[in-house]
């Protein structure tokens, strides 16, 4: 999956909680966790002031629960992220993803998977009209949107690279919620959006993302 973005995420899964002190403690116990590989590569951070309340609002909008803020920023037109569905075992069945656009428009697209072939036990499940294609849906500055039910499990999700007169509309950051149930789902999203790698920050002289020093 080719996913040229600036990225990074907060939270943690349903197994654990965020003490006063912002450390990870058992979510049944509220004990302190012992060595966990899964906690220790990458250590959790809990969601900003600012983030926190955006996803209590969209609980309160959504009636879905939430645990884990990714945030990217897509620069300019040419940063994307190609077809992908957000189906991972960690998120649980028919997992909730609520979506905040902020900055330039930016197209999203929606497309059924792949059929499975006849006499597959899936195939007996209704399926869109063949004629329904590629859904595009422009997201402006402030739009929500939210996938949830057998979205994941059923559809395809994209942001394609932009050209054109809209190439440099400017920057778009994405705010998405989801809820990780298990404690993979906490090691998955900071190996792919942390990582080990240079940290990048806003200039606002040069106006662009630099790596921090």
């Known amino acids: ?27 049944a116990s509220r004990a302190p966790l012992g060595p966990d ?27 879905c629960a939430f645990n884990v803020c990714l945030v990217n920023y ?14 991972e075992r960690f998120l649980g069945p028919a997992p909730a993803i609520a979506s905040f656009s902020l900055g330039a428009r930016r197209d999203f697209l929606l497309k059924h998977k792949p059929f ?40 395809l999700h994209s942001v394609p690279k932009r050209s054109g007169r809209h190439a440099e509309d400017g920057g778009r950051i994405n705010i998405t919620f989801r809820r990780a149930v298990v404690k993979g789902g906490t090691e998955n999203y900071y190996h792919y959006n942390v990582g080990t790698g240079p940290v990048y920050r806003w200039d606002d002289v040069a106006r662009e993302m630099r790596v921090s020093s």
Not at 3 to 11: C, H, N, S
Not at 37 to 63: K, N
Not at 122 to 149: E, I, K, W, Y
């Open 1 to 27: 999956m080719s996913t040229p973005r600036y990225t990074t995420v907060f939270g943690l899964d349903a197994t654990a909680l965020f003490n006063a002190a912002g450390h990870p403690v058992d979510a």
């Open 37 to 63: 590989r899964r906690y220790d590569r990458i250590p959790p951070r809990p969601l900003p002031a600012c983030l926190d309340a955006l996803r209590r609002s969209a609980e309160a909008a959504t009636g």
């Open 74 to 87: 897509y620069a300019t037109g040419a940063d994307s992220i190609a077809f992908h569905s957000d189906d």
């Open 116 to 155: 499975p072939p006849p006499g597959d036990a899936a195939a007996a499940a209704p399926r869109p009209p063949a004629a329904l294609g590629t859904l595009r849906f422009p997201l402006g500055s402030g739009d929500m949107l939210l996938m949830r039910g057998a979205t994941q499990a059923n559809w």
